[in-house]
């Protein structure tokens, strides 16, 4: 079945249209194939590119290269993710080796930007964990423990320190760590199509129907076309299970966003001017927000076990009706029809939050399932991943590889049904922080 993502994202209406798009019609032979063009895919094409250069290496999009779930997300590139403290060395070790995931994510982005020298709004402000729920602090007292045992700068905030920060008195209790990025995905991502080495050949609106490997060579049917290939990258990480990818092991959940239009003058200044920042929930399903440089808010309130390839009009309508509640929460005096967009986007989970990146095969990989953190880790370990493909090694990979593996699933339809009432124990959990 055909991805077909609503158009209404704003990150992708701030882009410019492209006019070089190519889709595949006839079949072809190569020496790699990589499935996927967002973040993992675009690195893994970079990377096999700069050791190939004489070969043929193709990348191949259901959708219009990077405008799936890498221009659909969030913007932030992760240091730390949230966790309630730890009972043991062990949990801490294997916390520790988590953040050492995020921290080579973020030195791959940055390699990147400095090296083609991208303007993506790029933003070293660090990142807030935030709740309006005074018991709460509880939980980020336990993490602020975490955060000082592995040297993490961080700092506990109250009421009155959120509203100067953010501009709304919403949030009673609040944790900022001070190594978190926000950026505009969208710029990143369409800087990396932009600068593809010349020998990769990359064709968009392209869905991979099935395939199968017959003796040492890869068989790829397309719609309009095939592809045979010596080497493939699985890189599609929300529609890994959909294509037999580590099916046990992940699975897709469809999130909704929405973007306001830019404050006017004096609704910025009756919120304070703030500079811009994000804010990340204490609870799982609570919400998403931040300001822009330009002064937007973005929401993200909604996470649920969806038909991952369509979303409709009237489905996101329903969608945005509770963003607009979660604005309104924090910033009453704004207008009800503040809303400019929105729009869904999918990721993909793993059960214990591990990601993925493996040899399936002599010549199969396969990376992706970054639990929220795609921006860093999927740019490192698509470049991660083409390095172990072509049978060599890095500290980075030694460093990937010493993360606790993904733990195995149920199937359906017990997966869908304990994923299902674990969002809805959530939802109810984190109802006052949508």
């Known amino acids: 079945m055909e991805v077909i993502n609503d158009n209404n994202c704003s990150w992708i209406k701030d882009l410019s249209f492209r006019n070089d798009i190519k889709k595949l019609s006839s079949n072809l032979d190569c020496e790699w194939l990589i499935v996927g063009a967002g973040y993992t895919g675009l690195s893994a094409a970079r990377k096999l590119g700069q050791i190939y250069p004489n070969q043929k290496i193709i990348l ?22 949230l966790n309630d403290g730890f009972s043991s060395n062990k949990e801490l070790e294997n916390y520790k080796k988590k953040s050492d995931i995020y921290k080579l994510g973020i030195e791959s982005v940055k390699r990147f930007i400095k ?18 729920k005074i018991e709460d602090k509880k939980i980020l007292e336990n993490f602020s423990k975490t955060l000082s045992k592995l040297g993490f700068k961080h700092e506990m905030l109250s009421n009155i320190d959120l509203k100067k920060k953010l501009g709304t008195n919403f949030y009673n209790i609040g944790l900022y760590t001070q190594g978190g990025i926000l950026l505009h995905p969208g710029k990143l991502v369409r800087a990396m199509i932009a600068t593809l080495p010349k020998n990769i050949k990359l064709y968009e609106n392209s869905t991979l129907i099935k395939w199968r ?15 045979k290939t010596k080497k493939i990258i699985f890189a599609t990480n929300g529609f890994l299970k959909s294509l037999g990818i580590k099916s046990n092991y992940n699975f ?49 309130n909604t996470a649920e076990i969806y038909n991952p390839y369509k979303m409709s009009q009237v ?29 869904s986007g999918v990721v993909s989970r793993t059960r214990n939050s591990s990601q993925i990146f493996e040899k399936l095969d002599d010549n199969i990989f396969v990376a992706g399932c970054y639990n929220g953190s795609g921006i860093g880790v999927g740019t490192l370990f698509g470049e991660q991943i083409a390095i172990k493909a072509s049978n060599e090694t890095s500290k980075e990979i030694d460093i990937i590889e010493s993360r606790k593996r993904p733990t195995w699933l149920p199937p359906n339809p017990f997966l869908n049904l304990g994923v299902k009432s674990r969002l809805i124990y959530e939802r109810i959990r984190a109802r006052s922080e949508i």
């Not at 703030?274 to 929401?299: H, N, S």
């Not at 489905?315 to 729009?343: V, Y």
């Open 115 to 132: 090296e083609y020298q991208v303007d993506c709004d790029w933003n070293e402000c660090g990142k807030y964990f935030a709740s309006s």
């Open 60 to 81: 191949v999009d259901a959708q219009l290269a990077g405008e799936g779930a890498s221009s659909r997300n969030s913007g932030y590139l992760v240091d730390t993710t």
């Open 213 to 227: 490997k017959l003796n040492s060579k890869i068989y790829c049917n397309f719609k309009n076309g095939s592809i």
């Open 315 to 343: 489905e996101l309508k329903k969608r945005s009706i509770k963003q607009i509640i979660g604005i309104k929460k924090r910033f009453p005096k704004l207008s009800d029809n503040i809303i400019e967009s929105t729009w």
């Open 252 to 300: 897709p959940l469809t999130l909704t966003a929405s973007m306001t239009r830019p404050l006017k003058d004096h609704e910025f200044k009756l919120i304070g001017k703030p500079k811009e920042w994000g804010v990340l929930p204490v609870r799982p399903m609570g919400a998403t927000i931040r300001m822009t440089k330009d002064r937007r808010f973005l929401i993200r």
